[in-house]
């Protein structure tokens, strides 16, 4: 009987209840040649009754024979309640760990996060030096919490808010919801969260979201100190769910600009003007909030030559007087103002709209099973032949050039990721962005978000992905309003 890799909290546990159930040498002596016509001298000696068992325990798990070992002794005692605790306790958690210890590398993040949703307040008040780092501790610490009146057990609990995650891979995440099945009190109370409800209230969460759209474009008239001016425009979009660019504009708010200064052109603005700006226009919008909204993602529609500019770095002032870089506070995602341009051509609106679906229909699945890396296609003809008949997201370790957002825009791609450095002396970045990527992909700028808070609170800001991310995110549908001119 294969008893996987058990946590030594839980050999601890076996130890103590056969100490419990053979309370001497001799009647431990005895369950061995009955059970399994074994001498106890030939498999352990020791000074004292533990330290015998300790090595009968190791013996037995070295051979995988533990829940034979456990069979075996409750059936020479079968009234001993320790015996009887640890055989359920046994099955529960050795096939709990044969199901996520395949997951503990790359998800540990998760893993931390359902823990610290099934602790108790008191027990996270110091809490960086209390989340454990590996699979075996989160699960010994949850065995040390006192089980609360609901009858449910803290594992039990732990897996239903990994699931509500909702990043564990499909495969994983079914046998996890037939394990809760299996050893749930009251699954009823725990899949409708954790499963196919929990990710329909994500995408309800998705689609209510609302929006800040910022359009940039380059205006050849105003210059000032010889450095580029840039047409502004604005709007706020409370409830994405309810909006239709081309037909129902009700939820959408054409956003003013400040007011002339009698200096400069009024809408036009420089790069320096952008902190002030983004702090008017959200100043703006609270007058449209939706009742408990959440906060506004901020989407930048850009010309070419500013896909590459650091906006999630803009920092502006909070209501506490605490300077922030907005993309460590909001979810800050950046579009092609060329391809905006060109929706007007039906063909082109048809396939950007057929890619975006077929990456919103993966939502299911992981980003990598998604994305392409295309870091080392520098010639952009054949990039394009790549790209034309692919129905991918892209990722990259280097920022893309204007030609191969031109190619980006041409195949209609909804979605690119990349890092606009790549010499990192501390960490492996390739290997960072695949972390980023075991992420759903409607997941995604939220995890980018996560990222560059990360990144703001390391002291080597420079040596840290978030730093250094960039997130295309061409949503068909979220525009600023249009006319439909095939109605007139």
């Known amino acids: 009987m294969n008893g996987g890799n058990p946590p030594g909290y839980l050999l601890a546990q076996i130890e103590s209840a056969l100490c419990s159930a053979f309370p001497s040498e001799t009647k431990l002596a005895m369950m061995l040649q009955h059970q399994f016509s074994k001498n106890l001298e030939d498999i352990a000696r020791g000074d004292n009754l533990t330290e015998i068992v300790y090595k009968v325990v190791q013996s037995f798990k070295t051979s995988n024979s533990l829940k034979k070992l456990i069979n075996k002794a409750l059936k020479e005692n079968p009234d001993n309640p320790d015996l009887k605790a640890i055989k359920e306790k046994f099955k529960i958690t050795t096939s709990l760990v044969k199901i996520l210890r395949p997951l503990e590398i790359n998800f540990i993040n998760q893993m931390q996060q359902a823990y610290q949703a099934c602790c108790p307040d008191e027990l996270l008040e110091d809490w960086e030096d209390e989340i454990p780092d590996s699979l075996s501790e989160i699960l010994g610490n949850l065995d040390d919490i006192p089980q609360a009146t609901d009858n449910e057990k803290n594992i039990v609990k732990f897996v239903a808010r990994l699931l509500d995650t909702g990043d ?250 990349w890092l606009r450095k790549n010499n990192f002396t501390t960490i492996n970045c390739q290997y960072e962005l695949e972390q980023l990527l075991n992420s759903q992909i409607n997941q995604l700028p939220e995890k980018v978000k996560q990222q560059r808070l990360d990144a703001f609170g390391k002291e080597n800001k420079q040596e840290h992905i978030g730093h250094h991310l960039a997130l295309l995110w061409e949503d068909p549908y979220l525009l600023p309003p249009q006319i439909d001119y095939t109605t007139l």
């Open 168 to 417: 564990i891979p499909k495969s994983h995440g079914d046998k996890l919801k037939k394990w809760l099945k299996n050893n749930a009190n009251n699954v009823s109370n725990l899949l409708p969260q954790s499963s196919s409800h929990s990710q329909n209230y994500q995408q309800q969460n998705l689609d209510a979201q609302p929006y800040l759209l910022v359009k940039l474009e380059s205006s050849k008239q105003y210059y000032q100190q010889r450095q580029p001016n840039y047409l502004v425009s604005a709007w706020f979009i409370s409830d994405i769910s309810h909006y239709d660019y081309l037909r129902n504009h009700q939820n959408c708010k054409f956003l003013e600009t400040p007011p002339d200064d009698g200096e400069s052109e009024q809408d036009v603005f420089s790069l320096e003007d952008l902190p002030k700006l983004i702090k008017f226009f959200l100043n703006q919008s609270n007058q449209y909030y939706k009742k408990y909204s959440c906060k506004p993602s901020i989407v930048f529609v850009l010309p070419y030559k500013l896909l590459n500019y650091e906006f999630e770095r803009i920092e502006i002032k909070n209501n506490f007087d605490l300077t922030l870089p907005i993309g460590s506070q909001y979810c800050v995602v950046i579009r092609s103002l060329k391809r905006l341009d060109n929706f007007k051509e039906i063909p082109y609106r048809t396939n950007c709209i057929t890619k975006w679906k077929t990456i919103k229909s993966s939502c299911q699945n992981r980003c990598a099973q998604k994305f392409v890396d295309v870091t080392n296609f520098n010639d952009w003809n054949k990039l394009y032949a790549y790209l034309e008949t692919t129905n991918a997201a892209l990722k990259l370790n280097k920022s893309p050039c204007n030609n191969i957002f031109r190619v980006i825009d041409t195949t209609a791609i909804p979605v690119a990721l």
